[in-house]
């Protein structure tokens, strides 16, 4: 009976504290909205892990093409030549 109990207090004291971080991060997401035919441009993330010095983070300018429900787009280069696959579009 005590294990249950102990049980019980553990599981509810991380849910508590699983939402309180939740509520601290969503605090600062910026929302990011896209258009179709807008430009935008594409952040290399190799980078991320590794800055370096005087060398260009963003790949290149692209329009948007499609956008899907779940927030990820697909691009186009300025010539009109696709990118392969879909890019997250929420991070």
């Avoid at 258009?35 to 952040?43: D, F, I, N, Q, S």
């Avoid at 190799?46 to 260009?56: A, H, I, N, T, V």
């Amino acid at each position: 009976m005590e294990l249950d109990e102990t049980r019980f207090l553990v599981e509810f004291h991380q849910l508590v504290e699983q939402r309180r971080k939740k509520s601290w991060h969503d605090r600062y997401i910026k929302g990011k909205s896209f258009e179709v035919g807008e430009h935008v441009l594409l952040y290399d993330n190799r980078f991320q892990k590794f800055p370096g010095k005087l060398q260009m983070h963003w790949l290149d300018l692209f329009i948007v093409i499609e956008i899907k429900d779940s927030g990820a787009v697909r691009l186009a280069q300025l010539d009109g030549v696709l990118l392969h696959g879909w890019i997250n579009g929420i991070a």
